[in-house]
């Protein structure tokens, strides 16, 4: 059975702290893994890996895939409350449809 | 701007009264989703689309319906409310089944008393 692994559940920071949240994945056939970032509301896209060791940057958001030891790790730098949300990532596998983890809620205090 | 948007936002429904869930996308995406959400159980899939006359059973299907008559919408049925369908529910839409990222409409949060 297709399955994805976010770690940790969750994580208090401080401002400025680094986070690197962790997700593993057993998808049959993947294909691609998406990282979306969910307040109170619905996900909003961060990035798409298809392609392992290549990383994606977006400001202080930065993510890579291993299709070798099948994760993927989000780092978030110089973190910000801003940044405090449920981080999800899913795994895209052959039969054409995503399977999310259940997500890595993060909180960064003041 | 293209948007997918769901509808209503809030419904309180009763154990046994058939419930539908309506999502609508300007994308012109051929792909649409139904998901649930709650409480350490993440996104889970209730059933899918890839284009018009086309529906799939996802994970959690059971007591679910789709239809697709059209590009822009796909409702979501409950054929007969239970406490269990008490939820979150998002819909979302794709370009691509894979390899493109789907976007999700606001939400609808379901109470079934």
């Known amino acids: 059975e297709d399955k994805v692994v976010q770690s940790p559940l969750s994580l208090v920071v401080h401002e400025g702290d680094t986070v690197t949240l962790n997700c593993s994945y057993e998808?049959?056939?993947?294909?691609?893994l998406l990282w979306y970032k969910q307040e109170k509301k619905a996900p909003t896209f961060l990035f798409m890996l298809?392609?392992?060791?290549i990383e994606k940057k977006s400001g202080r958001l930065s993510s890579i895939l291993d299709k070798k030891e099948l994760f993927s790790i989000l780092n978030i730098t110089a973190t910000q409350t801003g940044d405090s949300a449920v981080y999800l990532c899913a795994g895209g596998s052959g039969t054409y449809k995503y399977i999310f983890g259940t997500g890595t809620r993060l909180k960064v205090l003041a | 701007d293209a948007e997918i948007t769901q509808s209503p936002r809030h419904k309180i429904t009763e154990t046994g009264r058939q419930v539908t869930l309506a999502c609508h996308q300007t994308?012109?995406?051929?792909?649409m989703f139904w998901y649930r959400q709650d409480l350490g159980h993440g996104l889970r899939l209730i059933h899918y689309?890839?284009?018009?006359?086309?529906?799939n059973k996802g994970e959690v299907s059971d007591g679910y319906s789709v239809s697709r008559s059209n590009t822009e919408d796909l409702p979501l049925t409950l054929e007969s409310a239970a406490s269990s369908q008490t939820s979150v529910y998002f819909c979302?839409?794709?370009?691509?089944?894979?390899?493109?990222?789907?976007?999700f409409g606001p939400g609808t949060r379901l109470t079934v008393t």
């Open positions: 979302a839409s794709s370009s691509q089944p894979l390899e493109y990222e789907q976007y």
């Open positions: 998808v049959t056939n993947f294909r691609s």
């Open positions: 298809t392609s392992s060791g």
């Open positions: 994308w012109n995406h051929n792909n």
């Open positions: 689309s890839y284009g018009v006359q086309d529906t």
